[in-house]
């Protein structure tokens, strides 16, 4: 039998969270935990965090030594601006997905050398495993056994193009030739979202001590939350593969509909569009 720890993420320090969240799914999960930064209150399930919001893998990292002996069975991660869809609880969280309890969950990857945009790869083109003053390298796979590890998934360690950096800002174009020599990543780097993931206790131990490697190293969370799943499980599975659509909002069009809601709360919850695992961003604050 299942036993789901609920881990809820804020980037920022934001207290007024917590009663709306616990309101929100209290009801649904019986094993609620808020992740805040220099959180300095007295309620028993906020544990505090210390990391740049940048690389909140570390959060998780931090979190998990508080939760490890506590039997959970799964860890259920989502943002403190996420709203997940109203019919999931932590009784019919499997079967509403289409996952199987073995199973990890990622909403999506992105291969950094078939990309036509250049988010992740300034970010993976800059990174170095080796630094001075620590020694996370030690704590991952070598560079063949991530290798190996990618080729499960199909994920190659392959160059990236030059096509995502030619526009009118000449710093881009400089950032790529200035780091030419490392167009492909002198470690395999895969990116994805990272604002929501479902990990078995099974592989947690693995994920969180490569998310507290990537921290160290001060790897963007899009590309370290992605990568350490890979590395850590052989069953991870995305959106694409299950019954619920990404709820992702990125663009002015995809968030046009929750116009409709009034900022209500209580309308979106009502109402909530019934093909989405998640809507994300909302702005709780700005929500009654």
Known sequence: MSNIALLILYNHRYDKNIPVLENLYSKRFSNIFHLIPFYDGDKDNVIPVYEHSWYFQGYISQAYTHL??????????????????????????FNEMGLAEDECFLDYLHILSKLDWRWYQLRAMKYKLKQRGVEAYRELPSKEEALVQFKKYGIPHAKMSIKPFLSS????????????????????????????????????????????????????????????????????????????????????????FLDNYNYSLDALLKDFPKERLFLHPIKLSQWK
């Not at 799964?74 to 109203?86: G, Q």
């Not at 979202?193 to 963007?220: H, N, P, R, V």
């Not at 992702?248 to 968030?255: F, I, R, V």
């Open 68 to 93: 490890k002996k506590k039997g959970f069975t799964h860890f259920f991660i989502v943002a403190d601006d996420m709203v997940l869809n109203p019919a999931l609880n932590e009784n019919n969280l």
């Open 169 to 256: 800002h000449l710093d881009y174009i400089f950032t790529y030739l200035v780091n030419y020599k490392r167009r492909i990543p002198d470690y395999p780097l895969v990116g994805g979202y990272a604002d929501i993931a479902l990990i078995t206790a099974e592989a947690m131990d693995k994920f969180t001590k490569y998310c507290g490697a990537f921290s160290a190293t001060k790897l963007f969370v899009e590309l370290a939350i992605p990568t350490a799943l890979v590395l850590s499980t052989d069953k991870l599975r995305l959106s694409k593969e299950l019954k619920f659509k990404s709820g992702a909002l990125w663009t002015p069009e995809e968030k046009a």
